[in-house]
């Protein structure tokens, strides 16, 4: 059985080192790596069809047509491998390896080693001298996650990290419905594993481990102006999950699912190559 690494990728040409994927793919039989092109409008595309070319049964190629946002190619990513036969455990890095695959495979490892946990996730921590991040992002970022800390009411210190890795059984829990952000749908990924665990089991089977290195690459699709909406996105995640739940009487507390939610094979919006 193979982990499924998924790449989300945007606008991603002149950025993705196409070697070290390439590399990671001939040397390493048991990962299968799933890239999502999300709507790019340079040759992205042409150049994962080209690292493709180098190991068609371990890369596969995900065309969304329409730029979704990272929630939208990390979702089709998911139920692709989901429907997979060869797939055991499925994650995810960014295009331009800010997160290495040492360090992805170390999160890896940490769920195979556990049948207990379900899901284990990068933290880029706050003393380790190998991570090199800017003065204003690391500001915003402590804002940020002071927020989602009160959203989530979970001892969860970074839940933006960009590496995450999981069982192929929490898909349908996870990535069942659209998320609400393009940018912050990790927080709803663990408003719904709370859900369906419950408070006091969730922390059980989640494992956050911190990277030995992670860098910081300029040229983020997360612009200036999505950057300000992030306090009003959190606001309307804590609405939706939490007050109109709390209130609605068709609300399910533990967040499951029906066959029909488990039927994803005729409507993904994305077109594998």
């Not at 495979?105 to 769920?111: C, G, P, Q, R, S």
């Not at 284990?120 to 940020?144: L, P, Q, T």
């Not at 990535?175 to 006091?200: A, Q, T």
Request: hydrophobic letters at 40%.
């Amino acid at each position: 059985m193979k982990t499924g690494i998924i790449i989300p990728c945007y606008n991603e040409e002149k950025r993705l080192n196409v070697n070290a994927f390439v590399d990671f793919i001939n040397s390493k039989e048991d990962y299968h790596i799933c890239f999502v092109n999300d709507g790019s409008k340079d040759n992205t595309l042409e150049v994962l069809n080209e690292i493709k070319e180098q190991n068609p049964e371990n890369v596969s190629v995900i065309d969304m047509k329409k730029n979704g946002g990272k929630a939208s190619a990390v979702r089709a990513g998911s139920r692709y491998l989901y429907n997979r036969n060869d797939i055991e455990f499925i994650g995810f890095i960014d295009a331009d390896l800010s997160t290495d695959f040492e360090d992805f495979e170390k999160l890896v490892a940490t769920l195979s080693n556990n049948d207990n946990l379900t899901f284990v996730y990068g933290s880029r921590g706050n003393d380790n001298d190998k991570i090199e991040r800017n003065i204003f992002r690391k500001f915003f970022s402590r804002i940020i996650k002071s927020l989602i800390h009160l959203i989530l009411g979970l001892p969860i210190h970074d839940t933006q990290c960009g590496a995450k890795v999981f069982r192929k059984s929490i898909v349908p829990i996870a990535y069942n419905k659209e998320f609400m952000s393009k940018w912050l749908f990790d927080v709803e990924i663990f408003i719904r594993l709370k859900k369906h665990y419950g408070s006091k089991e969730i922390m059980n089977k989640i494992k956050e481990q911190e990277l030995t290195k992670w860098v910081h690459v300029d040229d983020s699709k997360l612009g200036i102006k999505d950057s300000l909406e992030i306090p009003y996105v959190l606001m309307s995640i804590w609405f939706s999950y939490i007050v109109v739940e709390l209130f609605s009487k068709s609300s399910n507390p533990t967040f499951s699912f029906n066959n029909e939610a488990m039927n994803w094979n005729n409507n993904l919006n994305a077109i594998t190559k």
